[in-house]
């Protein structure tokens, strides 16, 4: 098991930036990959960020070039960095890992994330 705990939410104003954290813990060892998915109100789940173990990462269209995913690896947290915040950005961010060889995955509890225009 995995447990994660992301922080680091709330309202923001357009253009203005915020920067998402998740520890995790537990059977830290099994990770795969580490990442963000965002849900908005009557949407589906969308993958936003993620990085690999090796460190390569991977980014929605939406968000190239705004946001920057990185991980400490001592720490066992990943962080999304988040800049030029645009109200289509508002939703709830969830943490999402893969772990034992891709076979599991988890989720964090999710951290609301509001852009104001």
């Known amino acids: 098991q995995v447990q994660l705990v992301e922080s680091g939410g709330g309202l923001v104003q357009a253009g203005g930036s915020l920067r998402l954290s998740c520890a995790a813990s537990?059977?830290?060892?099994?990770?795969?990959?580490m990442g963000w998915y965002r849900q908005a109100p009557g949407k589906q789940r969308e993958l936003v960020a993620t990085i690999t173990n090796g460190g390569s990462t991977n980014y929605a269209d939406s968000v190239k070039g705004r946001f920057t995913i990185s991980r400490d690896n001592a720490k066992n947290t990943v962080y999304l960095q988040m800049y030029s915040l645009k109200p289509e950005d508002t939703a709830v961010y969830y943490c999402?890992?893969?772990?034992?060889?891709?076979?599991?995955?988890?989720w964090g509890q999710g951290t609301q994330v509001t852009v104001s225009s």
């Open positions: 537990g059977r830290v060892g099994s990770i795969n990959r």
């Open positions: 999402n890992v893969y772990a034992g060889d891709w076979s599991y995955i988890y």
